[in-house]
């Protein structure tokens, strides 16, 4: 099989998508592009149709970081679009271009390029946490990225309260993502300051002041982050637990890790706040497109 060298990537997600090309080893070799995710899949498709034509010739094969659960074949979307523009799950992906096409979700991306190139390199068992609007998990076990029977594994979407006290965007009351995410922080500063118009932003902003709401409110969210690390590292014993997303820059990390370390009942792990931000689900992409098309069990 041809070794695969230069592959046009994408990170696909609700409000934009971004592109590049990228290199066997996971070096970013072109300018990120991005543009706003269309409004329909017809035009998703339309889009990525005319970056491919743009760099066909000089690529070697095209590989997608998406927002939802992907099949184990990595040609198919299965399940949890989210905001993404209806029908985009039947989007023909290996049909996009005559050059092999891969396709991944994005948590999952994003844990195999800290694995390969980035703050996990030179561990085997990792778990990742990407903290945005919902919340990502990507999972390494020995080695394997942890997919499940039909690639959809890694889902937060498990109680973590009982009350029906918040509502999931799962439809589900109390899962893990409704208490971890950057929309969790809104919930738990409308809660705390009883205000509706209150906002993350005025969170982190007031953090920056010493308003005592303000810390109490992120403590409150971060405690949640924490009792998820100790979840996860009873469950996976990994060596390490990275956080990445646009809320894991604001984590007290050395609290977080000694907090969580003393309540786990496996060994002590790592936490680490992730070493890529906006282009993670490009690099990891490229890379598991490379591990997939040479055949490597573990790489």
């Not at 592009?33 to 990525?48: D, R």
């Not at 500063?189 to 409110?217: F, L």
Request: hydrophobic share 40%.
């Amino acid at each position: 099989m041809k070794k695969l060298n230069r592959i046009l990537a994408f990170d696909v997600g609700g409000t934009k998508i971004a592109h590049a090309i990228v290199s066997r080893e996971g070096k970013i070799i072109t300018p990120v592009e991005k543009a706003m995710t269309p409004p329909t899949a017809a035009a998703t498709e339309a889009l990525f149709r005319q970056v491919i034509a743009q760099y066909e010739r000089e690529i070697d094969a095209v590989a997608f970081s998406t927002a939802g659960a992907v099949d184990n074949q990595n040609k198919k979307i299965i399940g949890g679009g989210g905001n993404m523009p209806i029908g985009y799950m039947d989007i023909d992906f290996p049909a996009l271009s005559d050059k092999p096409v891969f396709l991944e979700n994005d948590a999952n991306c994003a844990v195999w390029a800290e694995y390969k190139v980035g703050n996990a390199k030179g561990f085997e068992n990792i778990v990742m946490l990407t903290l945005g609007t919902g919340v990502g998990l990507g999972i390494i076990v020995d080695g394997v990225l942890l997919k499940g029977k039909s690639g959809a594994a890694g889902e937060t979407h498990f109680r973590v309260r009982h009350g029906n006290h918040r509502r999931c965007a799962c439809g589900n009351y109390d899962c893990m993502e409704i208490y971890t995410s950057g929309k969790a922080l809104n919930i738990e500063a409308k809660e705390v300051y009883q205000d509706d118009k209150v906002t993350s932003y005025d969170v982190i902003e007031g953090m920056k002041k010493g308003d005592k709401r303000a810390v109490h409110t992120f403590e409150n969210w971060q405690n949640y982050v924490a009792d998820a690390a100790v979840t996860f590292a009873d469950i996976f014993d990994p060596d390490i637990i990275l956080l990445g997303g646009s809320m894991a820059q604001f984590i007290d990390y050395g609290k977080v890790e000694k907090e969580a370390n003393q309540k786990i009942v496996v060994s002590p792990f790592i936490l680490r706040q992730a070493r890529f931000e906006n282009n993670a689900g490009i690099i990891g992409a490229a890379l598991r497109c490379v591990w997939a098309a040479e055949g490597r069990q573990r790489s």
